[in-house]
Nanobody, 125 residues
Framework: QAQLIESGGGSVQAGGSVRLSCVAS????????MGWFRQLPGKGRREEIG?????????FFSDSAKGRFTISHDNVKKVLYLQIDSLNADDTAVYYC?????????????????WGQGTQVTVSS
């Protein structure tokens, strides 16, 4: 059974950066497409931040995430990363990594195969 475990969250100062990690295990042949989502406080829906197509490392982001968010993947360690720069209070959320059926420019429409348990990021001023 596939398992995704995030780490790296916590309390971060506004203006700073954070890098979240997601370790994947249990995939029989790996997952080509993976993504990051977040759930803002009081919101029931998880919004897709962006995704990465692992074979060629192409990344795609939502319009609101372009510029401050970076997604990368270490093929050797099989770890997915999300770096967020210039953090502000609006970035306070639970962040989830996910396996996806595909990854392309249609961020926000991708279907999820597996969810991680989430990691909380709280930005304080």
């Amino acid at each position: 059974q596939a398992q995704l475990i995030e780490s790296g969250g916590g309390s971060v100062q506004a203006g700073g950066s954070v890098r979240l990690s997601c370790v994947a295990s249990g995939y029989a042949s790996g997952r080509d497409s993976m993504g990051w989502f977040r759930q803002l406080p009081g919101k029931g829906r998880r919004e897709e931040i962006g995704c990465i197509y692992i074979p060629d490392k192409r990344t795609f982001f939502s319009d609101s995430a372009k510029g401050r968010f970076t997604i990368s993947h270490d093929n050797v360690k099989k770890v997915l990363y999300l770096q967020i720069d210039s953090l502000n209070a609006d970035d306070t959320a639970v962040y989830y990594c996910a396996g996806l059926y595909d990854c392309d420019s249609k961020v926000g429409t991708h279907s999820v195969t597996d969810w991680g348990q989430g990691t909380q990021v709280t930005v304080s001023s």
